[in-house]
């Protein structure tokens, strides 16, 4: 069975991640952003308290007190006022990324524009569903499509691009104008002072209508492990989402559903991992520059985006002699053909083996 789907980016840099590996100081591996600090504690006692003794099945849209727990954490950390019917858990965030215009009724004929530089996962989301997809920025370069969904990215992966508020207003005024739905990928909004979700009155008039906004526990809890996320917005959109993921027993294990609560429900540890996140950030981007790469946007979110000037996997390779393992940008479309990507998602002792390595660069 063939789905005209890429090949796996990360497959490419196994001849680059063995040279890394083989440094005598060992690898410090920039180039996924997993996260690499302890799940706070708060999250794992909620893990393990008494939804992991309940052998029943979960429910698809989870037990009010989730969904109020995150109905008030946007509330509290972004300024948007959902109603909690209108949240839905999700088995993390990739997944929904990857089935969104599939689940949303997507097929032949249909156009989703992505970024210039995206997250390869929404141009898989539309070869799985059938439709076309198109990398555009700039909805005035879009001419006469037939556009289904647009997908924006702020905090930006890969760049930590920010988008302007009057930005993204602009996107969800066109959209509305075509009947388009605009899918938020919001999953780095935490790692931010100044973005802003699609949700916030600002952006959005006041109306959810043909918006959905994308979050992921991951970063802002360290629970990629645990695939924490939700998707909320426009309740019929959500209505529609909840009525097929049922069908498909698109489910959050219960246990990690009370871990989602927890979090929500605590700011304090999302405050903390952000400020380290930042605090890495800061140390990179000095050692990058101090050997003479250019940093562009990577205002916020997990990543700096760097450049030599140089074809990205030549960078890539430079790096790997020196122990350090990074993304080529081409991972993220053509115009990122000499950047890499450089994520701030290690430990505090790896970051500093890579600051002092970059000194010899």
Known sequence: MKLGLPDFPWDSLADDNAIAVAHPGGIVDLSVGTPVDPVPSV??????????????YPTTHGPDALREAIAGSLERRFGVTVDP?????????????????????????????IPELAYPTYEVGARLAGAEFVRSDSTAALGPRRVALVWINSPSNPT??????????????????????????????????????????DVCGGSFEGLLAVQSMSKSSSLAGY??????????????LLEV??????????????????????????????AIYARRRAQLRVALEAAGMRIDHSEAGLYLWATAGEPSRTT????????ILVAPGEFYGPAGEQHVRVAVTATDERIGAAVERLAGL
């Open 316 to 323: 890539v390779r430079r790096l790997a002699l020196l122990g």
């Open 43 to 56: 999250l794992r006692d909620a893990l393990a308290g008494p939804a992991a003794d309940v052998a029943g």
């Open 227 to 240: 695939r924490a996320g939700f998707v909320t917005g426009d309740p019929a959109l959500v209505a529609d």
């Open 85 to 113: 019917v209108a949240v839905l858990p999700t088995i993390g965030s990739k997944e929904l990324v990857a089935w969104l215009p599939t689940l949303l009724g997507l097929g032949a004929g249909d156009t989703v524009v």
């Open 160 to 201: 930590g691009r920010v988008l302007p508020r009057e930005h993204l207003r602009k996107v969800v005024d066109w959209a509305r104008e075509r009947g388009a739905v605009v899918a938020s990928d919001e999953c780095y909004l935490s790692l931010s002072d100044g973005a802003a979700s699609v949700l916030h009155p």
């Open 245 to 274: 993921r049922k069908h498909a027993g698109m489910m959050v294990p219960r246990p990690v559903q009370a871990a989602m609560q927890a979090a929500a429900s605590d700011d304090a540890h999302v405050a903390a991992q952000a």
